[in-house]
């Protein structure tokens, strides 16, 4: 079993819909991150969090330390939003290293 | 690409080659990474390094090597003993922020075994 986990691997969904993913992981953690990555490969940081919740624009992330689960939500979805998001984990025994998800593919058709 | 600059953009290696992927970065962070990408996989580490002149092996070394002479630089070579070099390749760097650490991640190299 991965350390991480994401759901759905696959999302498809019509513009302006409310979207969730969903990251678990089963290891101790110091933060946990939610990345974004574009059809021409680049990774961008979209949020680091170690509680509570975060936001950005259309963009709300949440971590729940004691059920060791995290979601990313994205409000008023636009096509411009299809990418795959990933989520990692910086380790509490690792240092800085990170372990990822598989990635959840999202689809926003217009 | 955040100050992080990963040349070529697409590579092709012939069989028995090595390849060096080249990840410079203009931020000033001290830690650096290479991970590999692989369909329906999640990233996983090739090596990093946290200080000039200092390196360590990740998940997945056999194959590859690094170097780092100087901070911007931390080029990475796909030797002939790399049996499954085609995946894409993605550089990063660590910065530590409020909370932790951060990253700023390169645009990647797209490597063809042909």
């Known amino acids: 079993k991965n350390e991480v986990e994401q759901s759905p691997q696959n999302l498809t969904a019509q513009e302006g819909e409310f979207i969730t993913i969903n990251c678990s992981y089963s290891?101790?953690?110091?933060?946990l991150h939610w990345l974004q990555q574009h059809p021409g490969g680049g990774i961008v940081s979209l949020f680091m969090?170690?509680?509570g919740k975060k936001k950005h624009g259309r963009l709300i992330a949440t971590i729940n330390i004691q059920e060791k689960h995290s979601s990313l939500h994205i409000t008023a979805s636009h096509p411009r939003d299809s990418a795959v998001y990933i989520c990692?984990?910086?380790?509490?025994?690792?240092?800085?290293?990170?372990?990822f998800g598989e990635g959840t593919q999202l689809t926003v058709n217009p | 690409d955040g100050g992080i600059t990963q040349s070529p953009k697409y590579l092709f290696r012939k069989e028995g080659q090595n390849v060096t992927l080249s990840c410079e970065q203009n931020l000033n962070h001290d830690a650096m990474y290479w991970y590999r990408q692989d369909p329906g996989q999640g990233l996983r580490l090739i090596y990093y390094?946290?200080?000039?002149?200092?390196?360590q092996k990740g998940d997945i070394a056999e194959g590859y090597s690094v170097s780092r002479e100087k901070k911007e630089s931390f080029p990475l070579t796909v030797t002939s003993a790399q049996k499954n070099p085609t995946a894409f390749y993605l550089c990063?760097?660590?910065?530590?922020?409020?909370?932790?650490?951060?990253?700023?991640f390169g645009s990647g190299t797209r490597l063809t075994v042909v």
């Open positions: 290891v101790g953690i110091s933060a």
């Open positions: 990063a760097v660590r910065d530590r922020g409020r909370i932790g650490y951060g990253y700023t």
């Open positions: 390094s946290q200080i000039v002149n200092d390196f």
């Open positions: 990692a984990v910086t380790r509490e025994t690792s240092g800085s290293r990170l372990t």
């Open positions: 969090l170690s509680s």
